[in-house]
């Protein structure tokens, strides 16, 4: 039997991400996708198979919200939008309601956003105008050094040292890498170097308080950054089961909000 | 949140008159570069623009000339070539824009004013510190680019009280102009035009606090935007009577927009303070992206700063010397805070946004902190921004949208 839905599309410059919800906020169905250049064609795909892994049609839907850089590019679904820094608070008070500081790092870029114990934000930031930090910079070093993305977390632990890697700028670094190549130093110390650097790159951006949790597409690939992360800032963090979905998620939550439902957990995940 | 809502952005009736006096200006400029008679002085913003109008010089501001290449966004084709002469891309984009619109022939002017081809040759630059350093070498360029003298001021900088000692400092420095300015015009100052002067630059930038200050109605009768075009008189006319009838008129349609509730941005929800240069190349999309959000960024540090209640006529040179001073940009953080604090209780202000502008770091205030202080203090949140005044290489229209928008969903939620 069908159920009515609730549907967040989070288009990412990168990844395409979808969450399809019931009338509790509780996750029915998702999808991950790389955006590619045809969004529209990627969020219909995307739609497609959460709303089938949700055992739901087209019909079902009932609201949608679109969120990401492409927001705007998926009028055939809705024209409701929220920005990703909102959906992401969204998304992850509902898994934490509580005070947080949520790290998001995702494909191109970096945001860390607070909230009080009522999901309001108190404050957000996103990285500046260059990859440092970013999904981007790990793509690019996995290019430089020929070992697919996949391969990089395992390797990471593998390592006896860390390499450090001082420059912002992603040329400047892959330079530094190379440098090191040159120099003899093992791959997983190096990679190790490169997971560091992009970690320390985000923390840098705002002072981090209180409770840590952790999203975005990188984590959620590399879990070897989350222990790293624990070990920078000194105490464990929370990982959201999806830690890529929670912009969508979020995005799936306002659109209960403004049909007047309200996410209240019942049906957690 | 982007919803719906087509933006309304009205026109001020008294920009015809605006366009007409500026059109004016740069036509008497551009005569003044060809005629053998009259002389030319370049002045920085905030430079002793009084002194070079009472000894009878047409006055060019390079500033102004480099705000109007960044609003018709030839800046960022430009500002490569003075790069490739050694100005850095990091240095101030109106210095490398201005000087790179000369060294390709190029000027905003000629399109926008047919018959001149480019801002009239110097017969002096005169600068003033106040604002920052990067002016002395724009101008010191252009110095030895048409083999004429350069003289200015060198300001001190980041005190909070503006001291006797400071004003007797400045005050000597702009005694000092005066023999070469002398010598440039082949005349004598005249002090009693000089007061004349310096009284007119006083009712024009009494007049502009007053068009400024309507937005403190609500809603809000004119927006930062506006400010940014109809300060153009303010800046390149202070001390004529020309600037001082328009701001009469300006002030008497905003009134009377306060009188009839007419809003700037239809719907206002949002009073935002902005902090920092404006993105010329962006006037538009900016002010449609607020409107759209039902946000009115309707105060400014920046356009608040041709303001000089100092100005005397019963003591030119030295009421000069403290206006240049008094300014914003030259203080320190302690009075710029203060400053700021004061201008978000009258303006009635939800939020603040800094523009933190890649190469000026003069008017960049959120480098050292005083974002977190203010809000602190104020618990008024605020949105720093990295742009650029003019080179839009430095510029991200998705980051800055996403950013703008996030803070005004989270100003909502604090509703
Ligand atoms: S204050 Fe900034 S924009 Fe103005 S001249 Fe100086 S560096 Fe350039």
Aim: contains cysteine.
């Amino acid at each position: 039997m069908t159920q009515p839905v609730y549907v967040g599309l989070d288009m990412g410059a990168s990844r395409t991400k979808v969450a399809v919800i019931d009338r509790h906020g509780a996750l029915l169905g998702h999808a991950v996708k790389k955006s590619g250049i045809d969004f529209a064609a990627t969020a219909a795909l995307c739609l497609d198979a959460s709303l089938e892994q949700a055992g739901a049609g087209r019909s079902d839907i009932v609201a949608a919200v679109a969120t990401g850089y492409g927001r705007n590019n998926v009028a055939f679904v809705t024209s409701q939008s929220k920005t990703e820094i909102g959906c992401h608070a969204k998304g992850c008070h509902y898994l934490y309601a509580e005070a947080i500081t949520i790290i998001d790092i995702g494909g191109q870029d970096n945001k860390i956003i607070k909230l009080d114990a009522d999901g309001r934000r108190e404050s957000f930031k996103m990285n500046r105008k260059c990859a440092a930090g970013t999904g981007a910079f790990l793509e690019e070093m996995s290019s430089r050094l020929d070992i697919p993305l996949e391969e990089m977390n395992s390797l990471a632990r593998q390592a006896t040292e860390t390499i450090r890697l001082g420059s912002y700028c992603t040329v400047f670094s892959a330079t530094e890498v190379l440098e090191n190549i040159r120099h003899g130093k093992p791959v997983a110390d190096i990679i190790k170097g490169i997971f560091y650097s992009m970690i320390k790159r985000v923390l840098e951006m705002d002072s981090i308080t209180g409770k840590v949790v952790l999203s975005g597409g990188v984590v959620a690939h590399n879990p070897y950054l989350v222990e790293m992360t624990e070990e920078l800032i000194g105490r464990p963090v929370l990982l959201p089961p999806f830690p890529q979905l929670t912009g969508a998620h979020g995005a799936a939550l306002y659109a209960l909000e403004a049909t007047g439902g309200q996410g209240d957990g019942s049906g957690e995940e | 949140m982007a919803e719906e809502k087509q933006p309304q952005r009205k026109k001020i009736q008294a920009t015809g008159q605006m366009m007409k006096i500026m059109s004016d200006y740069f036509y008497d400029l551009n005569d003044a570069g060809q005629s053998a008679t009259r002389k030319v002085a370049w002045c920085t913003s905030v430079g002793p623009a009084e002194l070079l109008r009472a000894m009878g010089f047409a006055v060019h501001f390079p500033e102004n000339h480099a705000a109007m290449l960044g609003a018709t966004r030839m800046a960022t084709e430009l500002i490569p070539e003075a790069n490739a002469i050694g100005y850095s891309p990091d240095i101030c984009s109106y210095l490398t824009a201005d000087i790179g619109a000369h060294l390709k022939g190029t000027s905003p002017l000629a399109k926008a004013y047919p018959g001149i081809e480019a801002p009239p040759r110097p017969d002096v630059l005169v600068y003033n510190t106040n604002q920052c350093r990067d002016v002395q070498d724009w101008f010191t360029w252009y110095a030895r680019e048409f083999g004429v003298p350069c003289i200015g001021i060198t300001s001190p900088k980041n005190f909070t009280d503006v001291t006797e000692i400071l004003v007797d400092d400045v005050t000597r420095q702009i005694e000092a102009l005066i023999p070469t300015l002398e010598e440039v015009a082949g005349e004598n100052l005249d002090m009693q035009r000089l007061r004349e002067t310096v009284a007119l630059s006083r009712e024009c930038t009494e007049l502009w606090r007053q068009v400024l200050e309507t937005a403190a109605a609500t809603p809000a009768p004119l927006t930062f935007f506006d400010g940014t075009i109809h300060m153009g008189p303010a800046v390149v006319l202070r001390g004529t009577r020309q600037a001082v009838d328009y701001y009469r008129r300006l002030l008497a349609e905003l009134e009377q927009r306060i009188a009839e509730k007419v809003a700037a941005v239809d719907g206002e929800k949002h009073r935002i303070y902005w902090e920092g240069m404006p993105v010329w190349g962006r006037l538009r999309q900016h002010s449609e992206l607020f409107s759209e959000l039902q946000t009115s960024v309707l105060v400014s540090t920046y356009c608040s700063s041709w303001i000089f209640p100092d100005f005397d006529a019963n003591d030119p040179l030295r009421s000069m010397a403290k206006a240049y001073l008094a300014l914003f940009i030259v203080r320190s953080d302690a009075y710029k805070e203060a400053y700021i604090k004061r201008m978000l209780e009258k303006f009635n202000i939800d939020g603040i946004i800094y523009h933190d502008a890649k190469t000026c770091p003069c008017n960049s205030n959120s480098r050292y902190g005083m974002p977190q202080r203010l809000e602190q203090e104020t618990g008024i949140p605020s949105l720093v921004i990295s742009g650029d005044l003019n080179d839009l290489r430095c510029v991200s229209d998705e980051q800055t949208r996403t950013n703008v928008e996030a803070f005004i969903e989270q100003l909502e939620e604090r509703r």
